[in-house]
């Protein structure tokens, strides 16, 4: 219950610690709020023998305009809690940010550290993925953009390369008639997930469904995205019925591994009651949005 | 491995301690400044007995290295500002409703309702157990911590919406 | 009916009001809690002390072939590493049962074998903690896996891999009334049940720590957490050291519940001070407490009940196998206690009962609040209500057709010989839940009830005793000294209350000093809720007798009789003429002015009697308090979760020493036994625990519960001081039978494995084949 010895580095901007990342090469871990990182280092099961520091790097900024929600990665997820930026561009993410840990996990915990760190039953990579967000990053070959969908590869690994840094979040907000819901289950409120599900529900002026995202967290050594199982509901006002379709239809599709707290099947068959839950949640929201003059509130 | 200096402000003073910089917060707080009042429950920043406040917000000290605290101030349930002979009447109220048994979880506890009450002056019986949820308690059962800082936040309405106004 | 028994006037019943708030000043212990101030085990330091960290075992069964030390020794700051040969005398040996059952030994250090994972194979001390942890890294242990066995069950055929040579069974009880047989025949329902359950942890707050070091006396002291001070004698033991080399110092627990009964840093620390002679400190991890530390028994109970139509039990046959892991701590006591308490608070005049005590590869279990009594009470409680389904009854009427009565014989043919409440406990539980909520679309609402009888006090064939020194400063103020352990429950406190009230000396003026195994006289531990019986009466005979030796002195200086005075408010005074009064302080230097000196230390000694193993016949212990537990619950149809709605905890505890610390324990020990009956469980799979994460433990957090409501009825005295019961182990049994007949209620199937799981919830449902909600405990 020690973390073994390292040198500790503090970068006062992200060009200084992507410098500070490229001397110390694959031996060297960034960290931010730490909550995910510092556990493991404590349990030895991440030994890096450089620490650089990125928590005063950059501005922790919300900005929403035209259609895109900017994060800088340092975003907390306390931040994401209580920003009127996001409860007006993206209030999902306040949503899921609820779910993360206990209070002092969320004051320190980023949206920049749980996406890189990857971690399967994290909220914020499988909502990412939902919302078809991006990362943009800074490494030693310059500034790049990646998509949420090409980000996460398995279990704690992303397509980040050795001295790549994620600099900011990219959400797009979606149109007027946009719902979104993210629905979890735990063992205790802040648990480890046991199945995650996120929903966007895009429905056109007429009520009916022109775009449908469905992710499923938790359950993988990644987030699944299994929209395809939703499409039935594209072209449809969506009903209960569809939804539950989709739901049993995601469910069936993925591959489930196992978990602590629940066997593969139960997990399965919470997935397709979450799922429909939550398509059917986001449908209400999406309702709501168009209800007020069409406009987003 | 070098030790750093690192300086720090703990409950209102200043403190300069030279450190490793695989040295928990906790670890340091405990052993090197004095803060025996911060406990180690469990490492993994679940239990809530490590709470520390940090630039005023509440924090898991054991998941904290020391050196990441340089600069920052830091408050420990005796930075309430009152000490045995004379406690905040928040302690009070834990003593007069039996908040605490075995007194454990009791520092955490107590620092988490004092800045909670600070963000949220009239909560509900149920806004109090969501947000000590994060602070586990073996002993107590929680009724009588709830009682605690239900009684508390009644009785003191006023004087916190005027001390703990917060930015 | 014992001869030694102390009766107590009981007056009409009456019904404790809540404690609602207490007034200040509080015992200081709780005052130095909430400042964070109180010094815990782990609050303390030794100019010099090296840190010290337990090497375990990565096998659940095999043998050690090789150490090697080498670079462990060689990382900078570490200044001993030991292994099985550095200890003078490598083996615990504790006969528990009190019954002549043969001990088996443990070493402090697997000595070649090993027989469950995380057992202690090594010992590193250093200059740092981060150095600790690192030699104990570098330290290599290979290992030679070999078969094991690691369910109770399997390890009783004949093929199992024996964990010790005796075999894998350690003990068996067996106790009888009657004929089972031909009343079983006779009945017109035999209702069956298997009911299992799982490997629990203690979980307090506070991980197992201490510091030790040698005095000038070169005397071994350990200051560590820890609910019996008298183990300094194992240490004492182990070190091949005579007893009064060995000083244990009690520090004020963060918590105990019985896991910190048996040893747990003691002989390591022991062992690290004796050899490097410097003070070392020892903290556990988290996750080595949850690997490594004795669990609760896990049981299989498999009951017959055999009952009239009217739903009167005239037969119950009882089998109950224990999981003791890899060696015996205290299982024959808790085994033991199972098969007295098997039956409940219940009449039952036809009873075969037999548990035992299986050894398997696995963590070693041990006592744990409840202790065995409370295992029993989800097997008993679900048979009433199985019985009551079976027959068409109501499982109120049921319970209430066979509730014991004083005067009842018990499984091992003693007498319960104080009053029964259990009735009124009931009752009180079931208003006080009020109306019943309704549903909302997709959840399923349900009602019910558990009703308890958990023992106070060692079993009577202890001969129990404790030691009490009380004692008059020159300025009035009191001091207790004796060797009670604190474990959060206010044992100190209680017992400066009660020589205070004898005394009349304000809590305020009083000092206890408590759990010195070399300065205060012996208490035995806290544990078997014993505490309040034993030393409380310790305390408050101790104070009577100095009362007694003071009074004429005192009435001499007023002008009285002994009998006319009132020991109050910090000074003695005629009752008839309170203004001639004097302090305390005036009375403890005339009386010792005049020789009769102003101290007095004594000894209680619980009532003794005997049990024959044998016939399965005799006395027990000495007495129980009943409980009844109401909860209602709100299952979500397609998740199996279980949300709790309300929740009542009703028990008689005789009478309140405090009130509001009788409450504290009920909310608290019913939130544990919440915990048990739906979460919380060690996972262990082939005797490796799959997962050491405390994040992973689910004890019950504040936003998942509602509030619980403890009514502290004081209806019939029992033994304690001052007619009170002991209240620290009851309310942990009902919680789960409560909650298993409430979800039953909601979903109309009932589940007979702890803990019950969402999903094991959503398993029952989809088995149901009739509708749910019998709304037989409308309230």
């Known amino acids: 219950m020690y973390a073994a010895a390292f040198e500790y580095v503090r970068a006062s901007s992200w060009n200084e610690a992507v410098h500070h990342l490229s001397e110390a090469g694959d031996e060297a871990r960034v960290v931010a709020g730490g909550q995910s990182l510092v556990p493991m280092m404590m349990l030895r099961l991440a030994e890096p023998t450089v620490l650089v520091d990125v928590g005063r790097a950059a501005e922790r900024s919300i900005q929403g305009t035209d259609g895109t929600l900017m994060l800088s990665a340092l975003v907390r997820h306390v931040d994401l809690e209580r920003s009127l930026v996001v409860a007006e561009a993206c209030p999902v993410l306040a949503e899921a940010a609820t779910h993360i840990g206990n209070i002092r996990v969320r004051h320190r915990g980023t949206i920049g550290g749980s996406l890189a760190h990857a971690e399967p039953t994290a909220e914020l990579p499988c909502l990412a993925v939902a919302l078809g967000a991006s990362v943009r990053t800074l490494g030693p070959g310059g500034e790049r953009t990646i998509a949420a969908d090409d980000l996460f590869v398995t279990h704690l690994t992303t397509s980040l390369e050795v001295g790549e840094v994620i600099t900011e979040v990219e959400v797009p907000v979606g149109g007027a008639g946009r719902g979104t819901c993210f629905l979890e289950m735990a063992r205790r409120t802040g648990d480890f997930a046991l199945v995650e599900v996120a929903a966007v529900v895009d429905l056109d002026g007429n009520g009916r469904c022109a775009g449908v995202r469905l992710v499923v967290g938790a359950t993988a050594d990644r987030p699944a995205d299994v929209s395809s199982a939703a499409e039935p509901l594209l072209g449809e006002e969506p009903s209960e019925r569809a939804a539950q379709e989709a739901g049993r239809a995601a469910a069936e599709a993925l591959e489930i591994g196992p978990s602590t707290h629940g066997s593969a099947s139960y997990r399965r068959e919470i997935v397709g009651v979450l799922a429909r839950r939550a398509l059917l949640s986001a449908t209400v929201r999406a309702r709501g949005a168009l209800g007020q003059d069409g406009d987003r509130r | ?167 | 009916m014992s001869p030694d028994t102390v009766t107590i006037e009981a007056p009409d019943r009456r019904e404790a009001p809540e404690a609602g708030r207490r007034r200040l000043p509080v015992h200081q212990d709780f005052v130095e809690k909430v400042a964070g101030s109180l010094r815990y085990a782990d609050d303390w330091a030794l100019p010099g002390m090296l840190h010290g960290v337990v090497v375990r075992a990565t096998i659940a069964c095999g043998r050690v072939t090789h150490v090697d030390a080498s670079a462990a020794l060689a990382v900078p700051g570490v200044h001993a590493v030991l292994t099985a040969d550095d200890v003078p005398h490598n083996a615990v040996v504790e006969e528990a049962s009190g019954l002549g059952i043969d001990p088996v030994p443990q070493p402090v250090l697997a000595d070649g074998r090993v027989r469950y994972d995380g057992e202690p194979v090594a010992l590193v001390a250093a200059e740092t903690p981060g150095a600790a942890a690192e030699a104990a890294q570098l330290i290599e242990v290979d290992y030679e896996e070999e078969p094991g066995v690691f369910d109770a069950e399997e390890a009783l055929e004949a093929d199992a891999p024996p964990v010790h040579p005796g075999g894998n069974l350690y003990v068996s009880w067996r106790a009888a009334q009657g004929d089972v047989e031909a009343a079983m025949s006779a009945a017109d329902a035999v209702v069956e049940g298997t009911y299992r359950t799982q490997h629990v942890d203690h979980a307090y707050l506070e991980p197992e720590a201490g510091v030790g070091w040698i005095d000038g006396d070169g005397v071994v002291t350990l200051r560590v957490s820890t609910q019996v001070i008298e183990h300094a004698r194992e240490v004492a033991e182990v070190l091949e050291l005579p007893h009064s080399k060995v000083r244990v110092i009690g520090a004020y627990m963060g918590g105990g519940f019985g896991g910190k009964e048996d040893m747990t840093v003691e002989p390591h620390l022991a062992l690290l001070v004796w050899k490097t002679k410097r003070p070392v400190r020892m903290v556990w991890t988290r996750q080595e407490s949850l690997l490594a530390r004795q669990k609760r028994h896990p049981m299989v109970m498999r009951y017959r009940t055999g009952v009239t139509s009217e739903g009167e039990i005239v037969a119950e046959d009882i089998r109950i196998i224990g999981n003791a892991g890899a060696y015996p701590l205290l299982s024959s006591r808790v085994l033991f206690a199972s098969a007295v308490n098997s039956t409940g608070p219940y009449r039952v005049p036809n009873v075969r009962v037999e548990t035992s005590a299986v050894f398997t590869n696995t963590v070693p279990t041990s006592a744990m609040r409840g202790f065995g009594a409370m295992q029993v009470v989800f097997a008993y409680e679900s048979q009433m209500d199985r019985i009551a389904e079976a027959l068409g009854l109501d499982p109120v009427e049921v319970r209430e057709r066979n509730f014991a009565r004083r005067g009842d014989l018990r499984p091992t043919g003693e007498q319960l010989d104080t009053e029964v409440a259990i009735g009124e406990c009931l009752h009180t539980a079931l208003e006080a839940l009020g109306e019943r909520s309704p549903g909302a679309p997709g959840k399923r609402v349900g009602r019910g009830i558990g009703c308890n009888l958990q023992p106070y006090g060692r079993a009577v064939f202890f001969h129990d005793r404790a030691s009490a020194w009380i004692g008059l400063e020159r300025d009035g103020t009191l001091v207790v000294r004796a060797g009670v352990t604190d474990l959060g429950g206010g044992q100190a406190a209680s017992l400066a209350q009660i020589a205070g009230e004898v005394l009349g000396v304000g809590i305020d003026r009083a000092a206890v000093h408590i759990a010195d195994s070399s300065l205060t006289p012996l208490t035995g531990g806290t544990f078997a809720t014993r505490q309040l019986y034993m030393s409380g009466n310790a305390v408050l005979t101790v104070a009577r007798e100095l009362r007694d030796r003071l009074a004429p002195v005192a009435a001499e200086l007023l002008g009285g009789a002994p009998d006319d005075l009132e020991f109050a408010d910090n000074g003695v005074r005629l009752r008839e003429a309170p203004d001639r009064r004097i302090a305390t302080a005036e009375l403890a230097r005339a009386a010792e002015n005049k020789g009769v000196m102003p101290w007095h230390m004594g000894t209680f000694h619980a009532e003794t009697g005997k049990f024959d193993v044998s016939a399965g016949r005799g006395r027990s212990f000495p007495d129980v308090t009943y409980g009844a537990h109401a909860a209602e619950v709100e299952v979500d149809e397609e998740t199996g979760e279980v949300r709790i709605l309300k929740y009542v905890a009703c028990h008689d505890i005789g009478r309140a020493i405090d009130l509001q610390r009788a409450e504290g324990q009920i909310q608290g020990g019913a939130v544990q036994g919440i915990g048990y009956a739906l979460a919380e469980e060690v996972p262990i799979e082939d005797g490796m625990c799959t997962s050491t994460l405390f994040a992973d433990y689910l004890i019950p957090s504040s936003g998942d519960l509602p509030d619980v409501r403890a009514i502290a009825l004081e209806l019939h005295p029992g033994k304690g001081p001052f007619g009170a019961r002991g209240i620290g182990e009851p309310p942990i049994g009902p919680p789960a039978p409560a909650l298993a007949s409430a979800i039953a209620d909601a979903i109309g199937a009932r589940v007979d494995q702890l803990p019950m799981t969402p999903e094991r919830v959503l398993a029952a449902m989809r088995g149901a084949s009739r509708p749910s909600g019998t709304e037989a405990l409308a309230g």
């Open chain 2, 1 to 167: 491995m070098t030790a750093t200096e690192v300086s720090f402000e703990l409950n209102g003073r200043p403190v300069q301690v030279g450190v490793e910089p695989n040295q928990s917060l906790i670890e340091v707080l405990r052993t090197q400044v004095g803060a025996t009042d911060v406990k180690h429950g469990c490492g993994e920043g679940v239990c809530g007995t490590c709470t520390v406040l940090l630039d005023g917000e509440p924090v898991n000290s054991c998941l904290l290295f020391a050196v990441q605290a340089d600069g920052a101030s830091v408050t420990t349930l005796r930075g309430l500002g009152h000490d045995e002979g004379n406690l905040h009447p928040l302690q009070e109220s834990f003593l007069e409703h039996g908040g605490s048994q075995c007194g454990f979880c009791t520092p955490g506890m107590v620092l988490t309702a004092h800045w909670f009450l600070g963000q949220n002056p009239r909560p509900t019986r149920e806004e109090i157990r969501e947000a000590l949820g994060g602070n586990l308690c073996r002993c107590t059962g929680y009724t009588k911590i709830v009682d605690a800082v239900d009684d508390h936040a009644r009785a003191n309405r006023s004087d916190h919406e005027e001390e703990n106004r917060v930015a």
